[in-house]
């Protein structure tokens, strides 16, 4: 679907109405599943993610590449020091608008797989859980744009409810560029949080950050782009990547707070002070 | 159902198992009555994308979502249907078109199962997932549903994804996951007539449900069928048993019942309510699980193996030299498991089949249960 993309120019506004600045909707919860040791629900606009981990664990048998997860710590098997992150991504038929079956060789499920468990398993404290795996699977159960940066964010909020200890939060988020070419330079304007229609049409790019700081741990950009642009969309991505950790940061705080109040966890000793209404 | 019902207990803990389960009446791990079910929390509805999805938690903490998608397909003409278009027209309006119109084909309903950690072509998950068909496509009731007109059909994908690790034998949770999914599914309301391409309207609130409301109650009619795992320790017959307690089965069964609504048509719209006792339950398919103990080859007493250097077991001597070698291997002993050996008994299978469609019985609680559940 040919998106026309020359109406940015009159309003400043995009097809869903937004700035070139806003995020969309993020809603997220955390410990949504009771079996699990982690579980993380997120939505973006409309791509909605569930995330499970079981881990850290001993790892089970393996079944010639069955988990089709990247190793993210180097060995074999569990044998080495550092624990191994396995992602499993599986996105649901019914996922997108024309129902699309993925097997599980696809190949950008792959790559997100690789990327994902790269990117956790430099951010998770791996060396703490020696012969272990943790085990990320994520279930896509509707897709609009920003798939990748979805999961990463899920993934992260995953992390932090199974306890695994982490350096910092990892968010993500997409920064795209509204024009494709290069004559209209200086009218080319940063965009940040892409759906799926400004995806198909526009150049874009997932950045993901450490915490607060500047740091890119996860920079995936399969599109062609100017140079040029390559620092604005840059910029605006780092800066929704911090947007989106305070958000994440409320979800776990109301979470945590609400498992004070109704006392599954007992109140720290420096969390007396904490302000809980 | 080997790989998903890994559950490491030892024979004496297995044996402690059986001996409960098999005592009148049962004492299950958690505490259930024999024919009780696991409590769950269902929704429906919950992706907007979709034409019916639903989500059911069990308290065990398992987690599936269905989510059913329809397209419009051409039907393949049928090499022994000679009739021409618009030549048949006519009469299809009047009078009951023949019979080979009314059927549809298997090939309408794709249904794939997807578990966490497992292959899709695992043979376990196929075998899930052909159960699950199975039951659907059973009387040809559901494809029936999915006919447009004498071109076109909706083909239905059904994708059942199991969100937390298989903890027990999913089947039950996704049998009935999927039961809800396909009662919120709606398709939209078709506007051409006749065999014209379909054209359909585009005010999604008048869409009609695949299990058609009745107009005043607005209840379901007729229900999709729900597969149920049951299972046999001894002369008990156990519902909805968990990894444990398969783990000591003789016979598991997967029935399939659905509701045979054509048999009541005539009393249904009057007692709404009071009708549901009265339910008539119809056998759809029965499948076999091996339990894992089915699948766990029976131990050979180092005496006995003629890898150990008794190749001469076979012979006549063997008997007198090693009698105590048979013994061990026939005899059990008390407070350590042995897997069961040969063949569910018949009487065992018959009483299986009839404590699930018995009136007002196990399948009838959980199809009252999932009435229960708001699907609009």
């Given at each position: 679907m040919p998106l026309d993309t020359s109406t940015y120019g009159l309003a400043l506004l995009r097809v869903d109405g937004r700035r070139w600045n806003e995020l969309r909707r993020i809603h997220g919860q955390i410990r949504t599943q009771a079996a699990a040791d982690g579980s993380s629900y997120l939505e973006m606009g409309h791509t909605k993610v569930m995330c499970v981990v079981t881990g850290p664990s001993e790892p089970g048998p393996r079944r010639g590449g069955a988990a089709g997860g990247a190793s993210g710590g180097a060995g074999s098997g569990g044998q080495s020091k550092d624990a191994e992150v396995v992602v499993n991504i599986v996105i649901a038929g019914f996922s997108s608008v024309d129902r699309k079956r993925r097997g599980r060789g696809d190949k950008r499920t792959l790559e997100m797989q690789f990327t994902l468990s790269n990117t956790l398993a430099a951010t998770l404290h791996t060396h703490l859980f020696p012969h272990s795996q943790i085990n990320i699977s994520l279930h896509v159960l509707s897709q609009d744009g920003s798939l990748l940066a979805a999961l990463i964010n899920a993934a992260t909020l995953a992390c932090v409810d199974a306890g695994i200890p982490m350096t910092d939060y990892v968010t993500a988020c997409t920064a795209g560029s509204t024009?494709?070419?290069?004559?209209?330079d200086e009218g080319a304007d940063p965009l940040l949080d892409l759906n799926h229609q400004e995806e198909q049409e526009l150049p874009g790019l997932t950045v993901a950050t450490l915490g607060e700081s500047d740091k890119v741990v996860a920079l995936v950009c399969e599109s062609r782009v100017q140079i040029s642009r390559l620092e604005g969309m840059l910029a605006v991505g780092v800066d929704g990547c911090k947007q989106v950790r305070e958000i994440l940061d409320q979800v776990i705080k109301a979470q945590g707070r609400k498992m004070i109040l109704e006392g599954t966890v007992d109140k720290g000793t420096g969390l007396n002070d904490m302000d809980l209404d | 159902m080997a790989s998903s019902t890994n559950v490491h207990l030892s024979p004496a803990e297995l044996s402690y198992l059986h001996t409960s389960l098999s005592l009148n009446p049962p004492i299950r791990p958690d505490g259930r009555s024999p024919t009780q079910y696991r409590p769950l929390s269902a929704e429906t509805g919950i992706l907007p994308g979709t034409n019916g999805s639903a989500r059911i938690c069990f308290a065990d903490g398992t987690e599936a979502i269905v989510g059913v998608k329809a397209e419009v397909e051409k039907t393949r003409r049928r090499w022994d249907d000679d009739t021409i278009f618009g030549e048949n027209q006519n009469q299809e309006e009047g009078e009951e078109q023949d019979e080979g119109e009314e059927q549809g084909s298997s090939d309408w309903v794709e249904l794939t199962v997807e578990i966490p950690?497992?292959?899709?072509?695992d043979s376990g998950t196929v075998f899930l997932g052909q159960m699950l068909c199975e039951a659907l496509l059973a009387d040809g009731g559901f494809v029936r549903r999915l006919r447009i007109n004498r071109r076109f059909h909706w083909k239905l994908y059904l994708d059942i994804l199991l969100i937390s690790p298989p903890l027990s034998y999913p089947l039950p949770l996704l049998s009935l996951t999927t039961h809800l999914a396909l009662l919120a599914t709606r398709l939209p309301k078709l506007k051409s007539e006749g065999d014209e391409d379909p054209f359909f309207d585009d005010d999604w609130a008048a869409a009609p449900y695949l299990y058609a409301r009745n107009p005043t109650t607005k209840r379901v009619t007729e229900r999709p069928p729900v597969t149920l795992l049951v299972m046999a320790v001894g002369g008990n017959v156990i519902f909805d048993p968990s990894k444990e307690e398969l783990a000591v089965a003789d016979v598991v069964l997967a029935v399939s019942v659905g509701d045979d609504a054509s048999s009541r048509e005539g009393g249904m719209d009057v007692d709404g309510r009071s009708n549901n006792s009265g339910r008539n339950l119809k056998l759809l398919s029965i499948r076999t699980v091996d339990p894992p103990s089915r699948l766990t080859p029976p131990g050979v007493a180092n005496a006995a193996n003629s890898a150990y250097g008794h190749a001469q077991v076979v012979s006549t001597g063997a008997n007198q030299k090693m009698p105590e070698a048979r013994q061990t291997e026939s005899e059990a002993v008390e407070g350590v498991w042995k897997p069961p050996r040969g063949g569910a008994k018949a009487v065992v299978m018959g009483a299986l089949v009839q404590k699930v469609l018995v009136r007002g019985g196990v399948a009838d609680e959980v199809l009252d249960a999932l009435e229960g559940v708001d699907t609009s």
């Amino acid at each position: 679907m040919p998106l026309d993309t020359s109406t940015y120019g009159l309003a400043l506004l995009r097809v869903d109405g937004r700035r070139w600045n806003e995020l969309r909707r993020i809603h997220g919860q955390i410990r949504t599943q009771a079996a699990a040791d982690g579980s993380s629900y997120l939505e973006m606009g409309h791509t909605k993610v569930m995330c499970v981990v079981t881990g850290p664990s001993e790892p089970g048998p393996r079944r010639g590449g069955a988990a089709g997860g990247a190793s993210g710590g180097a060995g074999s098997g569990g044998q080495s020091k550092d624990a191994e992150v396995v992602v499993n991504i599986v996105i649901a038929g019914f996922s997108s608008v024309d129902r699309k079956r993925r097997g599980r060789g696809d190949k950008r499920t792959l790559e997100m797989q690789f990327t994902l468990s790269n990117t956790l398993a430099a951010t998770l404290h791996t060396h703490l859980f020696p012969h272990s795996q943790i085990n990320i699977s994520l279930h896509v159960l509707s897709q609009d744009g920003s798939l990748l940066a979805a999961l990463i964010n899920a993934a992260t909020l995953a992390c932090v409810d199974a306890g695994i200890p982490m350096t910092d939060y990892v968010t993500a988020c997409t920064a795209g560029s509204t024009s494709t070419y290069a004559a209209n330079d200086e009218g080319a304007d940063p965009l940040l949080d892409l759906n799926h229609q400004e995806e198909q049409e526009l150049p874009g790019l997932t950045v993901a950050t450490l915490g607060e700081s500047d740091k890119v741990v996860a920079l995936v950009c399969e599109s062609r782009v100017q140079i040029s642009r390559l620092e604005g969309m840059l910029a605006v991505g780092v800066d929704g990547c911090k947007q989106v950790r305070e958000i994440l940061d409320q979800v776990i705080k109301a979470q945590g707070r609400k498992m004070i109040l109704e006392g599954t966890v007992d109140k720290g000793t420096g969390l007396n002070d904490m302000d809980l209404d | 159902m080997a790989s998903s019902t890994n559950v490491h207990l030892s024979p004496a803990e297995l044996s402690y198992l059986h001996t409960s389960l098999s005592l009148n009446p049962p004492i299950r791990p958690d505490g259930r009555s024999p024919t009780q079910y696991r409590p769950l929390s269902a929704e429906t509805g919950i992706l907007p994308g979709t034409n019916g999805s639903a989500r059911i938690c069990f308290a065990d903490g398992t987690e599936a979502i269905v989510g059913v998608k329809a397209e419009v397909e051409k039907t393949r003409r049928r090499w022994d249907d000679d009739t021409i278009f618009g030549e048949n027209q006519n009469q299809e309006e009047g009078e009951e078109q023949d019979e080979g119109e009314e059927q549809g084909s298997s090939d309408w309903v794709e249904l794939t199962v997807e578990i966490p950690g497992y292959r899709d072509d695992d043979s376990g998950t196929v075998f899930l997932g052909q159960m699950l068909c199975e039951a659907l496509l059973a009387d040809g009731g559901f494809v029936r549903r999915l006919r447009i007109n004498r071109r076109f059909h909706w083909k239905l994908y059904l994708d059942i994804l199991l969100i937390s690790p298989p903890l027990s034998y999913p089947l039950p949770l996704l049998s009935l996951t999927t039961h809800l999914a396909l009662l919120a599914t709606r398709l939209p309301k078709l506007k051409s007539e006749g065999d014209e391409d379909p054209f359909f309207d585009d005010d999604w609130a008048a869409a009609p449900y695949l299990y058609a409301r009745n107009p005043t109650t607005k209840r379901v009619t007729e229900r999709p069928p729900v597969t149920l795992l049951v299972m046999a320790v001894g002369g008990n017959v156990i519902f909805d048993p968990s990894k444990e307690e398969l783990a000591v089965a003789d016979v598991v069964l997967a029935v399939s019942v659905g509701d045979d609504a054509s048999s009541r048509e005539g009393g249904m719209d009057v007692d709404g309510r009071s009708n549901n006792s009265g339910r008539n339950l119809k056998l759809l398919s029965i499948r076999t699980v091996d339990p894992p103990s089915r699948l766990t080859p029976p131990g050979v007493a180092n005496a006995a193996n003629s890898a150990y250097g008794h190749a001469q077991v076979v012979s006549t001597g063997a008997n007198q030299k090693m009698p105590e070698a048979r013994q061990t291997e026939s005899e059990a002993v008390e407070g350590v498991w042995k897997p069961p050996r040969g063949g569910a008994k018949a009487v065992v299978m018959g009483a299986l089949v009839q404590k699930v469609l018995v009136r007002g019985g196990v399948a009838d609680e959980v199809l009252d249960a999932l009435e229960g559940v708001d699907t609009s």
